[in-house]
């Protein structure tokens, strides 16, 4: 049995492609399936089987259309009310494909018809079963529980508990172990750990699951812990439950200067890709900075208002494209348009802006004016662990609908390492407020000589 991972950085997410030399199955795969297959015609094998461990809260699924692309079966919880034929299967159901088999094994938790699936190679009966957990037994942790409601959640949290219990019970501790989540998924959950590879055995030592013996006291800190969740999470799951199929990256209709600076005096969502240092020495007033890389449509998807007309700025058409195929992976299909090149070139006589970028060492020498506030934009974790003295608090994701909350005066902006700063100061600055960018790692604040405090 090989073992192929497919991993999507930009949202924490790994698929995997389980082959025999011959047959394949294929797990959890991205909306972008061409990536998928791709590899395939590389290893020369045949997929047979695409399997889905849940019904994703933080992606569009690829599995509807790669199943009927390929003729395999397409295997999902009898459970899950989906709009779409598919193999149903439930615990303990087993599949073949080559001479590979995989059984689904009944994980809630991260939902509540959450499966993973334990692989076998007959071929090679000597070896461990290889597991892929889903949202269910991550690196360090397990997937979230909260994703369907703070009602359920802690129902959800004790059935993680047991879940993570069973796939230790029931494997070996060298079973090599394939979670989709905890990479940088916010889907993840306590204390997710790094790394390429684990197996039942690592998990038994260090994850949170199975290192707090009691039952109560892993429910209370796995809630507590609970981060917030991107806004577009809410809309992946109809997706999925309707079989979405894979958009064509088609180019966007070209946008002159007329239409967009009338875009941007109308409000709309005009999105410049570039990166934030060149964003916030020049660009279009109006605008909103969302440098295309790892957290791109991440951000964009939890900011920007779902299903509103979305133009983005880059500098070339291929800058547009790989902005196209992180924003299909969550469902954002089609843009209203996009405009490349130069500033000159798209903005025609479009009013320019640009505000001071600093670090906290300019922070901490530029005492700031009466009136000058330092603005906080991260989450709500991250504030609870430490602060600058005196420094108001939104979170980015609250900043658009709380911008009468702030007070008045010139707006000193940070985060943690300046990508969220750079977007809530054009967020801002595109609001009418004065802002300076603090470009910075938080860590160099204390260091610099800011009062901090510790919680």
Known sequence: MQVEVISTEELGDRSYVVHDGSSALVIDPQRDIDRVEALIERLGVTVEIVCETHI?????????????RAGARYLVNAEDEVSFDRVPVSDGSAQQAGRLTVTAVATPGHTYSHLSFVVTDSGEPHEPPAVFTGGSLLFGSVGRTDLLGTDKTDDLTHKQFHSAHRLAEMLPD??????????GSFCSSGSAAGGDSSTIGTEKSRNDALTIENEDAFVDRLIANLTAYPAYHAH?????????????????????????????????????????????????HGTVSIALGAQFATYLGWLAPWGEALTLIGESPEQITEAQRHLVRIGVDQLAGA??????????????????????ADVARDAQAPGDVVLDVRRDDERAKGYIVDSTHIPLSDLVRRLDDLPDGRLWVHCASGFRASIGASLLERAGRDVIYIDDDYGNAEKAGLMTVES
């Open 236 to 284: 992946m799951a109809p997706l999925n439950l309707a079989g979405p199929d894979v958009p064509e990256f088609t180019e966007p209709h070209q946008v002159d200067p007329a239409e967009l600076a009338k875009r941007v005096a109308d409000g709309e969502w005009v999105v410049d890709l570039r990166d934030r240092v060149a964003y916030a020495a020049d660009h279009l």
């Open 339 to 360: 405009a490349t090149g130069t500033l000159e070139s798209i903005g025609g006589e479009q009013a320019h802006g640009a505000y001071p970028r600093v670090d906290f």
């Open 56 to 68: 994703h809260n933080d992606y569009v699924t690829g599995g509807y259309e790669l199943a009927r």
């Open 174 to 183: 060298d079973a090599p172990v394939f979670p989709t989540h905890g990479f």
